[in-house]
């Protein structure tokens, strides 16, 4: 199980100014497990998204990708080293088409950065790639339509492939599912499900159906600190847990 | 369909390019030189502002710096005997923008908004003071100046020869540029603009990407002032002055930044304006400024922004009840500026250095004054009365017909999203 891990967080802590937002963080997520982080708002579920996509450093602490260190490193590093994240707050290319959207990624992974010289429509492999990526979001439809004129589901549809799009091993969701309906959620769920087969997920949402159905394991992160960590069977059960945040709800 | 409209545009701009300027005295020859240059210089600028999301405040810097350079190597031939193809001079322009680009780049492009714009003019701000006093570089306030050789069985001293030379260049440049938004880097540059913190989290390195973008639209820009250096044979120090920083920035904007070929547009309609009006009257600053404004408030999308909505909407704007109104507000516009201009004109002859003298001489307080080969009362209802008329009947006819120009393009944005929802 310890050679399984891929990501391996020890003692992170993080403050901004005075204020504690994380302290001794201890999290350990196995190759293609489905992690959820739960816990109230607040709890700095957002900030530990943040410290693991390179987004801050922690204040100490370290946080090991594959065994290799990445606190501290710019994202684009971490992207290259496997690891993409999605956005809470919708994160598009608003202007670019759906397609545009999803072909930056792809051409990031196949490493045409300062691609100066070549036609990107000649690019056969990339172009193949993200039209099945546009396929498996099932946005074929909506193609060549700007991304800031699809309908919210949507764009919370194409904000996943193009996490997907790099291609990466352990995916980070930020509440794929916020502010949608039923029938919008029960969706992008399995939409979920479906692309991240394979992969290591670690996701942050709110909604205890979707944790509990989606999910191998769940951590509880209360005020800065990590609660516990279990099988949903386990977190269901924990006294604490209960009585810090699940409270009536599951019960 | 679309593609051979383009071609054919493309074709015939082309050919009035080339076939126009022979007819032409050398004064407009010169002139259409000046229109190339300043329509390569905004497009260079485009890349970084409209492409790449970078507003410079500064991009004077890399047009001096791209005249200077190739000032000195023009010297070089001329004195030195140093063997080099003089069409190819603004090769030292793209060297000179490409370096101090990458290097000013790297620093700029640390910011972003505003504090990358104040960097930017910084930069050519302390070029501009620098420059008077650094005789070796900058040949002090009275700058460089030198001769073109002749070179390959041209004599590059007649102003058509220039003109052609930079027609090549000019096309060339602008070709590249094009080809630039069809590479992968150039798709990237417009995500940059859309969302720098998302290429961030995709793999990109957003500073070294932004530093390239900087350095590929100061070289652009260090081959226009190449071609002016080549034009003019001189350089001063005035070419790093905000003025020239901000008319690219005009350019840009009235012939709009959203659309490839918008900067070209505004470049050379006002290249040719101040060509054409600054003969004529005094206050042509003022009246480029009127149009900046006018062209803010109304058309913030620019010339370019406004005919690519209209070809955008071909099919579904209703085009029998809509000329009607464009034709009344074409000519209202037309009212409004005859009016505009009669008043500036008349209060610049009043305020005139030339007339102050006129009312010292005269034994009425308030002789008349000349203008438009006319003679006018300053006091006089003929002299106001007209100019004021033509405003007001302007204005109301325009206020009326705005209704109906904005009721008609809500139902063709109706048309429009109707369309979109049916996801055709």
Redesign the interface.
Known sequence: MREDRVLDLRGIAKSFGSARILEGVELTVGRGERHAIIGPNGAGKSTLFNLISGQFSPTSGSILLNGREIAGRPPHQINRMGLSRSFQITNIYHRLSVFENLRLGVMARHGLRFSLFRRVAALRAVNEESEALLQRIRLEDRRDRPAGDLTYSEQRALEIGMTLATAPEVILLDEPTAGMSQEETHYVIELIREVTKGKTLLVVEHDMNVVFSLCDRISVLVYGELLATGTPEEIRANRAVQEAYLGEEVA | MARVWQLLLFVLIMAVLIGLPPLLGAGLQNAMTNMLIAALFAMAFNLLMGQGGMLSFGHAAFYGVGAFAVMHLMTAIDRGGLSFPTPLLPLAGAAAGLLVGLVTGWFATLRSGVYFALVTLALAEMLHSLAPHWEGLFGGEAGISSMRMPWGGFIFGQVIEIYYLTLIWVTLSIGLLYA?T???????T??L???E??????????H??KM?VFA?SATFAGIAGGLLAVSNEQANYELFGTHVSAQVVLHTFVGGSTVFFGPAIGAAIFTLFAYLVSDVSRSWLLYQGVIFVLVMLYAPLGIGGVVMLHLRHWASIPWQRMVGPYAGATAATLLMAIGTVMVVEFLEALFSPHYVAQRRQAETSWPAFERFGASWEPFGILTWGPPLLLLIVGLLILLRLRHRIVALWDEVQETAETA?RS?V
Do not use: Q
């Open positions: 630039y069809r590479t992968p880097f150039g798709r990237l417009l995500a603009r859309d969302n913190e998302r290429v961030r989290f995709m793999g990109y390195d957003a070294a990407t390239i590929v979109a996801g």
